[in-house]
C-alpha cells in the first residue's frame, strides 16, 4: 500500500526547534489532505495538526498553536511540520497521516493512511 515517510526527528533542547517532513513517493497523493499525531510513552495518539490538499486551512491542537506550524509543497509531495519551542511534553513519536481526499474535515476521523513514525525527543 502507499507508505508515507516521516522524516527530520532527533534530539533537542527544551525550547529548541526542529523541523518534521512527510513525503509520499511519486505523484501519488500530491494534494490530499495531511496531517501530524504524536503518541508519547503510555498516552493515547494525539492530533497535533492538519492542512488541506490545497494548503488553504490548516488545524491545529491547542496544546501546539501558536508553536507548531504545518505547511506542505504539493509539488515535492511533501508536509513539514515546523516545531519552535519545544518542551518535554512534546516528546513522542510522531506520525504522518493521510487522507483519502483534499478536505480535512474532520482532525480525528479518515485518516486512512499513516506514516512508520519518527521520534522527537526534548530534553528539560
Known amino acids: 500500500q502507499v507508505q508515507l515517510v516521516e522524516s527530520g526527528g532527533g534530539l533537542v533542547q527544551a525550547g529548541g526547534s526542529l523541523r518534521l517532513s512527510c513525503a509520499v513517493p511519486?505523484?501519488?497523493?500530491?494534494?490530499?489532505?495531511k496531517g501530524w499525531f504524536r503518541q508519547a510513552p503510555g498516552k493515547e495518539r494525539e492530533f497535533v495538526a492538519a492542512?488541506?490538499?490545497?494548503?488553504?486551512?490548516?488545524l491545529y491542537a491547542n496544546s501546539v498553536k501558536g508553536r507548531f506550524t504545518i505547511s506542505r509543497d504539493n509539488a515535492k509531495n511533501t508536509v513539514y511540520l515546523q516545531m519552535n519551542s519545544l518542551t518535554h511534553e512534546d516528546t513522542a513519536v510522531y506520525f504522518c497521516?493521510?487522507?483519502?481526499?483534499?478536505?480535512?474535515?474532520?482532525?480525528?476521523?479518515?485518516?486512512?493512511?499513516w506514516g512508520q513514525g519518527t521520534q522527537v525527543t526534548v530534553s528539560s
Open positions: 497521516a493521510a487522507k483519502s481526499s483534499s478536505v480535512v474535515a474532520s482532525r480525528n476521523l479518515g485518516w486512512d493512511y
Open positions: 511519486g505523484r501519488t497523493f500530491s494534494t490530499n489532505a
Open positions: 492542512i488541506s490538499g490545497s494548503g488553504d486551512f490548516t
